[in-house]
């Protein structure tokens, strides 16, 4: 991205001189555009991370006001904030955080109708919804547009996180989460405040190595971690040759 800081002292040095980012992945960084869809629990340390780490165009979609009981685990927001639009929130927050990002806000629901719009022209979309109706859109949306999706969830005491790309060659999430027919809503289950900041750092981090390409990510993998008693667990997945979604998108199941 034009502008970035690159001197020893500047926003990025610690990037700078990290073994697996350096100049050229913090150039990566820079030049990327993430579609982050929701600003609460999870959404908070994903757009936080994410727009100090640089990446040049940062979208966020929410069409959700800031309320009391979200401040218990969305970070993003403050008791000033109460009332506003998360976009509109966000937007403060995150363009006071780091002025050089490029925000993009759209204060609209993920539906049949808006997701294709939604995730067109960028380089990663990240799903921090709360309900599973939204993340399967995503999945078909992404899919079609061929772009990677990386999706997370929360729930009381657990969390887990995966990257769903058939483009690259890994499964998308109709393969791994074929849908329910009545998914019980996420907000009757209740959630450990700080859950949503492990878990959305993490996000955050998974982002930005596959933006750079350091090291390892979640393509093809599941991550769940249950906090309450300190067990993590790393699962393999796998194309469906039957998935309705991605069959015949992207490589071969």
Not at 167 to 182: I, N, R, S, V
Request: charged share 20%; net charge neutral.
């Amino acid at each position: 991205m034009d502008g970035q800081s690159f001197e020893p002292e500047g926003r990025y040095a610690r990037h700078l001189i990290l073994p697996g980012i350096g100049p050229a992945g913090q150039a990566r960084l820079g030049a990327a555009s993430v579609l982050v869809i929701g600003a609460g629990g999870l959404g908070s340390p994903v757009l936080l991370y994410l727009a100090a780490a640089g990446v040049g165009r940062l979208g966020l979609a929410d069409d959700d006001v800031v309320s009391l009981s979200n401040l218990q685990r969305q970070v993003l927001h403050g008791t000033a904030r109460l009332g506003q639009g998360k976009t509109v929130s966000a937007r403060a927050r995150l363009a006071d955080l780091n002025p050089e990002v490029v925000l993009e806000t759209h204060a609209i629901r993920v539906e049949a109708e808006t997701a294709a719009t939604l995730v067109a022209g960028y380089d990663l979309v990240i799903d921090c919804t709360d309900n599973l109706a939204a993340r399967h859109l995503l999945n078909r949306a992404c899919v079609a547009a061929g772009v990677p999706l990386l999706s997370g969830a929360i729930a009381q005491w657990e969390g887990q996180i995966g990257l769903y790309a058939p483009g690259l060659g890994g499964p998308c999430y109709a393969c791994t989460f074929p849908k329910p027919d009545h998914p019980p809503p996420a907000q009757s289950k209740g959630v450990v405040g700080a859950l949503p900041g492990v878990v959305g750092a993490r996000m955050a981090l998974e982002a930005i190595k596959q933006l750079t390409g350091a090291g390892q990510g979640l393509l093809g993998r599941l991550w769940m971690i249950d906090t309450l008693w300190n067990e993590e667990r790393l699962m393999v997945t796998h194309r469906r040759a039957d998935c309705p979604v991605c069959r015949g998108k992207g490589e071969k199941c």
